[in-house]
């Protein structure tokens, strides 16, 4: 119905359990609607109705105003979420083995570093 214009992601919160942590998931479902790569609005459990849904979805399309509207103090929340879900999506791309490779040569140079100022 909505011709491409948004993605459904799906996260299984027994496999993801560090997303799900940071998303603060409390209840299945729960659904974020995130715009521009931030969290906007959500809700928990199964829509109550067809026009709730609806006006969730064009709320997320910038059709029409979240009703009810988004609180200044739900806004402040989504944003501390989108900023840990931008962490551990970040962190998630970097692979396990890049991240050990990199550790393992930072600590290297920093020895070698130490070493070469003569300290233990």
């Known amino acids: 119905k909505a011709g ?19 998303l603060e998931v409390q209840a299945l479902p ?3 609607g995130i715009r521009d ?5 959500s809700f928990q459990g199964m829509p109550r109705s067809e026009d709730m849904m609806r006006n969730f979805m ?7 105003e979240f009703d009810p509207p988004v609180s200044t103090e ?6 501390a ?4 879900l931008a962490k551990v999506a970040g962190a998630s791309s970097f ?7 990199l550790q393992t040569l930072t600590s290297s140079r920093l020895d070698e570093l130490v070493g070469a100022h003569g300290g233990d």
């Not at 790569?37 to 609005?41: A, E, T």
């Not at 739900?74 to 944003?79: G, L, V």
């Not at 979420?81 to 840990?84: D, E, G, M, R, T």
């Open 58 to 64: 064009m709320g997320l399309f910038g059709a029409a």
């Open 30 to 32: 729960t659904v974020f």
């Open 81 to 84: 979420l989108s900023a840990k």
């Open 4 to 22: 491409g214009m948004f993605r459904l992601a799906k996260l299984n919160t027994d496999n993801e359990r560090v997303a799900s942590q940071a």
């Open 74 to 79: 739900k806004k402040k929340e989504y944003a």
């Open 95 to 101: 692979p396990f083995s890049a991240r050990e490779r």
């Open 37 to 41: 790569g931030k969290i906007v609005n």
